[in-house]
């Protein structure tokens, strides 16, 4: 079996030579977008997000009951010591559910095509193509299997597992543009966003613009949404041509690491952590210490949010532990093991956790 690289590679040798037209690729700048001005990329320091804001595509009715759009978003960039390529699609099942119907076109509405990674230096490759596909294709049935494969994961996981379905994706892709001479791209730019060329957030347009370009000087973001006109306030919904909106944005936190493996390590560590009893707090503690080390040599984690995770941890662990500590010197041992607040689900692990560990005592 190919790598995802070694398939895109061949993938998109293939677009190059398809009659596409290129588009015109405008940087917003980011006075024009009501944003501040972000700093630039830093190693271990940033993570990132690719987002697709808007889709626009010129049409008929005619021309919309035969076809549907559908997008490909491929990301290359640097991931556990590996250069690594996230292809994500975005077809008719997800497009439709957010369409904004308009006299002249269609508008889809954001989409995260990659991301939350931490950023690991190299820059970032970033290719979008839109096709026209065929509705009385198959291709439909294979695109909402896809969909819904990448909706359940919706990167909120380590990375590592949604590259575990990338393989189905691709193949799906390969069956849809393969169906029928007619699902051809409609436009598609790959860029590379180099490192030693001041990597920043921002938002960015690509217009198919033919040979009248667009004056940059009026392209507007409100809202998310690509505008046109004289200031940002007055402008109007840009229309004369397909384009497309996407945004590479940045963050230095993620608030899904619930989601992550070590999660589970975690609730292990503060289950232990309600004790008086020493040798079960050091090994709430033995706990806490492999949880550490699974943060910091997470490749989806930063490490100064690792520590900073380890440490939120480490203070709740020491908060549960003195509270039962306190509770037993007043009530005594017999009733400390039931301590007010504790979370039902941790009781409940706590003393599996007890069993298991009588019983692990027992053999020796």
């Known amino acids: 079996m190919a790598t995802l690289k070694e398939w895109w590679d061949g993938f998109w040798g293939t677009v190059?030579?398809?009659?596409?037209?290129?588009?015109?690729?405008?940087?917003?700048?980011?006075e024009h977008t009501g944003k501040p001005a972000q700093e630039r990329f830093k190693r271990d320091q940033h993570y990132?997000?690719?987002?697709?804001?808007?889709?626009?595509?010129?049409?008929?009715?005619?021309?919309?009951?035969?076809?549907?759009?559908?997008?490909?978003?491929v990301s290359e960039f640097s991931y556990d010591g590996n250069d690594t390529v996230v292809p994500f699609v975005v077809g008719p099942q997800?497009?439709?559910?957010?369409?904004?119907?308009?006299?002249?076109?269609?508008?889809?509405?954001d989409t995260k095509v990659a991301g939350i990674n931490a950023y690991k230096g190299d820059g970032l490759k970033l290719t979008v193509i839109l096709y026209r596909v065929k509705r009385t294709d198959l291709a439909g049935k294979l695109l909402k299997v896809v969909e819904n494969l990448a909706s359940v994961l919706d990167f909120s996981q380590a990375l590592s597992?949604?590259?575990?379905?990338?393989?189905?994706?691709?193949?799906?892709?390969?069956?849809?543009?393969?169906?029928?001479?007619?699902n051809q791209p409609i436009i598609g730019l790959r860029k590379e966003f180099s490192e030693s060329d001041d990597f920043k957030p921002g938002y960015f347009a690509l217009i198919e613009s033919g040979k009248t370009?667009?004056?940059?000087?009026?392209?507007?973001?409100?809202?998310?949404?690509?505008?046109?006109?004289?200031?940002?306030?007055?402008?109007?919904?840009?229309?004369?041509?397909?384009?497309?909106?996407?945004?590479?944005?940045?963050?230095?936190?993620?608030?899904?690491y619930d989601q992550f493996p070590f999660y589970t390590q975690w609730r292990t560590a503060l289950a232990e952590s309600f004790t008086s009893d020493p040798e079960k707090w050091k090994s709430a503690c033995a706990n806490w210490t492999t949880l550490y080390q699974m943060m910091a040599l997470s490749?989806?984690?930063?490490?100064?949010?690792?520590?900073?995770?380890?440490?939120?941890?480490?203070?709740?662990?020491?908060?549960?532990?003195?509270?039962?500590?306190?509770?037993?010197?007043?009530?005594?041992?017999?009733?400390?093991?039931?301590?007010?607040?504790?979370?039902?689900?941790?009781?409940?692990?706590?003393?599996?956790?007890?069993?298991?560990?009588?019983?692990?005592?027992?053999?020796?």
């Open 16 to 30: 190059k030579s398809s009659p596409t037209i290129l588009p015109a690729r405008y940087a917003i700048p980011a």
């Open 48 to 73: 990132f997000t690719v987002t697709v804001n808007r889709i626009f595509l010129k049409y008929s009715r005619e021309f919309w009951t035969t076809y549907a759009p559908m997008a490909l978003a």
């Open 94 to 109: 997800m497009l439709e559910k957010n369409k904004i119907d308009l006299p002249a076109g269609f508008v889809f509405a």
């Open 161 to 182: 597992s949604y590259l575990k379905i990338a393989h189905v994706l691709v193949d799906t892709v390969g069956e849809v543009i393969g169906s029928d001479k007619d």
């Open 213 to 256: 370009p667009v004056p940059q000087d009026q392209l507007w973001v409100r809202d998310n949404e690509l505008v046109f006109g004289k200031d940002r306030d007055s402008a109007q919904d840009f229309s004369g041509a397909n384009f497309v909106l996407y945004s590479i944005n940045q963050t230095t936190w993620r608030d899904d």
């Open 299 to 364: 490749p989806d984690l930063l490490p100064g949010q690792a520590d900073q995770l380890a440490d939120r941890c480490y203070a709740q662990m020491n908060e549960k532990h003195e509270r039962v500590k306190s509770a037993a010197g007043r009530m005594g041992p017999a009733t400390a093991a039931v301590v007010p607040g504790q979370d039902k689900d941790l009781s409940a692990l706590s003393a599996r956790l007890d069993l298991i560990r009588a019983k692990s005592v027992s053999v020796l």
